[in-house]
């Protein structure tokens, strides 16, 4: 039961939310599936590879790597632990901070990626841009602000909490 506090949200809007979630994760099934029958790895290993590919020297501390992929570091740990039995990843002490650990793309993982990236690819062309037209710019901004939103109010909520310690 709704609490009188809670924000009022009509019946369309609601649906418009449930729809993005369906999507959203229809899509992610598909381009796992996909992934699974060409006998590639998870779609959660790209994410990691990738994040890694982007990063300045292609290594982040591990904490960075579960935050670019949205994982808990202890989740996280267990992915790289995987995906460094198969040496696409390995980790590398850190110099200047001996409790942390970076994790550094392989040059095997920089050719699985290259190898995961036309199923992945194919996934978002045939499903995911025809819904937006020649222009999904307007839909890329409009997911940008509630990330940034959401990012803001979770910060603010860090901060109440830090200030009432």
């Keep these: 039961m709704a609490s009188s506090t809670s924000p009022q949200i009509k019946d369309e809007q609601l649906r418009a939310w449930q729809a993005f979630l369906r999507a959203h994760s229809a899509m992610l099934r598909r381009i796992g599936r996909d992934l699974d029958e060409a006998g590639l790895p998870p779609l959660s290993w790209y994410d990691v590879l990738a994040a890694l590919r982007d990063a300045e020297d292609q290594r982040l501390r591990q904490f960075e790597v579960a935050e670019r992929v949205l994982l808990s570091t202890s989740g996280l740990s267990r992915l790289v632990d995987r995906i460094e039995r198969k ?51 307007e839909i890329r901004k409009a997911l940008e602000t509630i990330a940034e939103g959401c990012k803001a109010a979770g910060a603010a909520l860090g901060d109440r909490a830090a200030a009432g310690r």
């Design 87 to 137: 040496g696409l990843v390995r980790r590398v002490s850190c110099p200047t901070d001996r409790r942390s650990l970076y994790v550094e793309l392989t040059d095997e993982g920089a050719a699985m990626l290259e190898r995961m990236w036309p199923v992945y690819a194919r996934g978002i062309a045939e499903d995911f841009l025809p819904a937006f037209g020649a222009n999904p710019d």
